[in-house]
Each structure stands twice: as structure tokens, then as C-alpha cells.
């Protein structure tokens, strides 16, 4: 195998991971928002 | 300060492409290796933004330990989360790097085992974090920690103290690096360590609001018993 493609390998899976891990905060991000928008709407009291 | 994180997204943004086209273009092609070898400029600030992130999630868990302060927990977390991707990183392109040079993708040297295991302590410190709901996981995840941080010395200077496979450290070690290699490892370093304070800051803000948020839920099922809390 070309050892050029080892290098790409290098580079793209490094920013997978990077972009993998944003897209989980980004995830929870967008979570909290929902939970927050329930916990701001009133709800039934006795 | 919220406006200040678009403009230092996009000025890292800028950075990191810069560093890549150092990477790829103006940075010499090594003689042996040849351009397999530019995976350094990746491998190499990877490595040492994950340390400075555990050096970091170490003080952090220590001001915990002695203060009990909330704010050194958050950035113990963070630190650590954060260094654990950074530490995957290494521990992914250091085989693929290895596999063309060596000719094997792994093998049980000290650096290398040592790495893995560092990575190991992290990871169960993230999942302790994560599955124990006791109250003092905190205290218990800082002291895990500090034992994690005292492996990254370790793992820095074990081409000292053991024959390994692994080339000599470039800073501090026997090893010499052409100053136009330096350089650019040295901007690429930059880069990354401007994109994982970014990334720490996002995280810190995500984390401060979920403990707000958890907090919330809390009084609201003291308030209302009987409403729908998750």
C-alpha cells in the first residue's frame, strides 16, 4: 500500500474523532434545550 | 464572553488550516520515512495537548480534594473528557503511523503499553463519572485522577528508563528535529491547543448548565411529587 494513504488515514481519522466528539456536544446541547423547554412550561399543581 | 467564542472559533478555524497546509506543504519531506512522516505533526501535538489537558484535570481535582469547590470539579471533567479524545488520537495514528515505518501496527513496548494504560485510567475515570450516582464520586473520580496524573510522567520519560521501539522525545530527550519541522510541530501544537480550549470552554458551558438544569428537576419533584420528573 502507498504510504500517502497512510498519512490520510492519519489525517481524516483524527478529524472523525474531532468532529464525532463535537457532534456529541452539540447532541446534549440540543438535549438540555428540550428539558429546559419542559421545565419552563408550567405543569399541574394541587 | 459569549461573544468573544465565535470569534475565537473562527480565528482557530483560520489556525488549524493553517497548520495543516504547514503540515502538508512547507514542511520538509524527512529522507527515510518520506511523507508518511508528516502523521508527526498530528501525533505529536495530540500527545501533548492530552498531557497538558490530565495536567490540568490533576490541579483541578486537587482544588476539589482540598476546597470542595464545584467550578474544579467541572473543569476536572472536562479536562479529563477532552484528554481522553485527544489521547484516542494518539493512540489511533501512532499505529498507523507505525504500520509503514516498523511494519507492525502495535507492539508491547513500554511507551506505547504505557500510553494505552494512561488511556485506560481516563476512561474509567469518565465512566465512574458516568455510572456512579453516590455523592462523593466526585471526591472518588478526583482521587483516581491524581493517581492518572502521575502515570503521564511516566509515560513522557519511559524512553528514558526502558529500551522501547519509540523515537527519543523531541523536547527535553536525546532526539534532534530540523528547525523547520520544529517550527511547524510548534504550530500545529498552537492550533490544537487553541481548538481543545475551545472545545473545554463549550463543554464547561454545556456541563454548568446540565448540573443547573438537574438541579431544577430536583426542586421541581420536591415541589410537586406527583408531576412527571425524569
Partial sequence: MNKTYYLLAAYAVTWIIHIAYLGTIVRRYQRLQGEIKDLKKPGPRS | MKKAFPILGVLTAIL?????????????????????????????????????????????????????????????????????????????????????????????????????????????????????SSGETPALAAALAVLGALCVPFVYFSIWFFRTQHPQPVMGGGGSIDPRMLHVLLINWLAFSCFAFLVCWSRYRLESLQREVDHAHALQSLLDPRGSVR
Fill in chain 2, 16 to 132: 488549524l488550516i493553517y497548520a495543516l497546509y504547514q503540515a502538508l506543504v512547507v514542511a520538509p519531506t524527512e529522507k527515510t520515512m518520506g511523507d508518511v512522516q508528516r502523521i508527526f505533526y498530528y501525533h505529536v501535538p495530540s500527545a501533548w495537548t492530552a498531557f497538558i489537558l490530565f495536567f490540568i484535570n490533576f490541579g483541578a481535582s486537587v482544588l476539589y480534594l482540598i476546597k470542595r469547590n464545584p467550578a474544579a470539579d467541572i473543569v476536572a471533567l472536562v479536562s479529563a473528557e477532552v484528554g481522553v479524545v485527544f489521547c484516542t488520537v494518539v493512540l489511533i495514528t501512532g499505529p498507523i503511523w507505525a504500520r509503514p515505518v516498523w511494519g507492525i501496527w502495535w507492539t508491547w513496548d513500554m511507551r506505547l503499553t504505557s500510553t494505552l494504560v494512561l488511556w485506560l485510567i481516563y476512561v474509567s475515570y469518565l465512566f465512574l463519572r458516568r455510572f456512579s
